[in-house]
């Protein structure tokens, strides 16, 4: 099989991140492995697709920063043809290119150009498109929603987060990764307007209801082909606590600590409500956010957190993952183009 990672830039890539652990699975498994950024594509006059990649060398790793060393030599650097990849595996995080709008796009524009040569695009890029802005996020079930508002509109966000007992989780539409989220509440934070007045400069404002339990921090779970991600009887999950202080977030990037947690037949319940929508968007490999009964947010870009997972459990969940993509391409070697990528992705 040859594969390649989509990331936001091969130079900045690190030893720990999910993406680095996928592709020396890949690579250890034998299969032909090469990482791209989203400035790396090219379309030529004739139609062709092309990029600059990089890859590590036909050798078994033990460890992700001798592989990523390895990767990140420049001599290593080719021109590749798209269309020879059998699996494309978009993992560029457009909270790390929050500044660049052409960068976000990117990776789905060429994503669905190479869908169209025949090569699986994992997750789907025009699923992936719509999920560019939470709006996305408002199609899943209600019954595992909190309550939300997006509005731009500063006397109903006020009326909005009074309805709520006048404490919400304020955002904005765009980003992910924590960057841009207050929680306000009215006896302790008397500038709500000026927060508001601030997250609607750069667009629309999610107001979300709070969760007592967030208290807690949340609960990440990976979820492959609209199931839990599982391996000899271990669940990749974990609970990711606050980050200590006044900061109620809990994203590892803003200082949260992951931990163990024991997967309940209550988050299994909310994993099989979000099932059909993921399994009929082709959304391969997400990260559900959970806090209590209720889904806080699907990271369909870059879930990440394997690492954690290991250490947690001492189970590498990514080997699955390529076996996972191993038999979708033997699928689409006995049925050709009858299975397309969107159908293809979650089989």
């Known amino acids: 099989m ?5 990331v936001n830039d091969v130079a900045t890539e690190q030893s720990y991140y999910t993406t680095t652990r996928l592709a020396m699975a890949a690579s250890n498994a034998g299969h032909e492995t090469w990482l791209m950024g989203m400035g790396d594509f090219g379309y030529e006059p004739d139609g062709s697709l092309r990029a600059r990649a990089r890859a590590g060398a036909s050798k078994r790793y033990r460890s992700h920063e001798r592989y990523l060393e390895d990767v990140q030599l420049p001599e290593t650097e080719q021109q590749v043809e798209l269309h020879t990849f059998d699996v494309v595996m978009l993992r560029a995080d457009p909270a790390d290119d929050s500044g660049a709008a052409w960068a976000n796009n990117a990776s789905v524009a060429f994503g669905d150009l190479m869908s169209s040569c025949g090569v699986l695009v994992v997750n789907d890029p025009t699923t992936l498109a719509k999920a560019l802005s939470k709006a996305y996020f408002q199609h899943f079930p209600e019954s595992v ?4 508002l997006i509005s731009r509109d ?6 909005f987060v009074d309805e709520l007992g006048g404490k919400a989780v304020l ?3 765009q980003g992910s990764g924590g960057s841009g989220v207050f929680m306000v509440n009215r006896k302790e934070r008397p500038n709500l307007n000026q927060i508001i007045e601030t997250l609607s400069k750069d667009g629309y404002v999610v107001a979300q209801e709070y969760l007592p339990q967030a208290k807690d921090g949340d609960v990440r779970m990976f979820v ?3 199931e839990p991600l599982e391996v000899g009887g271990a669940v990749a999950a974990f609970r990711r606590t606050r980050g200590g202080g006044e900061d109620f977030r809990s994203n590892m990037s803003a ?5 163990a947690v024991d997967v ?3 988050m299994r319940g909310l994993v099989e409500a979000v099932r059909p929508k993921l399994v009929a968007d082709g959304m391969f490999l997400v990260g559900l956010d959970i806090v209590g009964d209720k889904l806080m947010e699907v990271n369909v870009f870059s879930p990440g957190g394997l690492g954690s997972c290991l250490s947690l459990y001492d189970v590498d969940f990514a080997p699955a993952i390529i076996r996972s993509l191993e038999r979708k391409i033997t699928m689409r070697s006995h049925y050709g183009p009858q299975l397309d990528n969107i159908s293809l ?3």
């Open 154 to 159: 500063q006397p109903r966000i006020s009326e």
């Open 224 to 226: 492959m082909n609209g």
């Open 264 to 266: 309940t037949d209550e």
């Open 145 to 148: 929603r909190p309550r939300t």
């Open 2 to 6: 040859k594969i390649a990672f989509v």
């Open 171 to 173: 955002k904005p539409l």
């Open 255 to 259: 200082g949260g600590k992951a931990v």
């Open 345 to 347: 992705a979650t089989l």
